[in-house]
């Protein structure tokens, strides 16, 4: 059974408008987050992340929000890059676990 | 970067043979991953290890083995190569989960092939 769930596997968007990535999960005892982006014949790369007190987190273009009741975040990219072009992964872990459980991934692609 | 390296980059293997991957770390953290990509299945994960010689079973452990005798070496075992193990491999590391957000920092994987 699916526990963290990215229902988009490719989202494609132009250069300069706003990016939204969904993810929902379905355990409510996850209570961190996290965004991981990968590029092509490179591992993931640790984006933002957020804990269950918050229901934002910021950090330049990238800002995640955290909707406990509908079990839902999303990350925001504002404006979009063609750098940002990648796949984007949604993790979640019960806080102090050592494992994270990630979704399937989205890919974006930013078009100049 | 993180100092977390993985080698061999790229294997080619015929079904049956066994294989071992590793992974290298400078960082000095305390907890070491493997994780299997593949297609529609996002990042996968095979085994971890909580300490030297302290290992466990993730998610899809079957036909994998690991090993940790060095604080900066993490191991995995293919015992017997099949062809449903081709898929690209990623090592990662996190200094300690415990109230924290088990932020994990990951090597640039191995693409292995099994024909």
């Known amino acids: 059974d699916q526990q963290v769930k990215q229902n988009s596997p490719s989202l494609s968007v132009q250069e300069g408008r706003i990016s939204i990535l969904n993810c929902d999960y379905t355990n409510s005892m996850f209570d961190y987050f996290l965004w991981y982006k990968k590029y092509p014949a490179e591992g993931p790369t640790f984006l933002i992340s957020i804990s269950s007190i918050k229901d934002k987190n910021e950090d330049g273009r990238f800002t995640v929000f955290l909707n406990k009741s509908a079990k839902h975040l999303s990350l925001h990219i504002v404006p979009s890059q063609p750098g940002d072009s990648a796949v984007y992964f949604c993790a979640a872990s019960v806080g102090g676990s050592e494992k994270l459980v990630f979704g399937k991934g989205t890919k974006l692609t930013v078009n100049p | 970067d993180a100092g977390i390296t993985q080698s061999p980059r790229h294997k080619v293997t015929e079904t049956g043979t066994p294989v071992t991957l590793r992974c290298h770390q400078t960082?000095?953290?305390?907890?070491m991953y493997w994780y299997r990509q593949d297609p529609g299945h996002g990042l996968r994960l095979i085994h971890y290890s909580y300490g030297v010689k302290d290992t466990d079973k993730g998610e899809v452990s079957d036909g994998y083995s690991v090993s940790r005798s060095k604080t900066e070496d993490f191991l995995l075992t293919l015992e017997s190569a099949t062809s449903s193990q081709t898929s690209v491999y990623f090592c990662?590391?996190?200094?300690?989960?415990?109230?924290?957000?088990?932020?994990?920092?990951f090597g640039p994987g191995t693409r292995l092939t099994v024909t």
């Open positions: 990662a590391i996190s200094q300690s989960p415990s109230g924290s957000f088990n932020e994990q920092y």
């Open positions: 960082e000095n953290h305390r907890y």
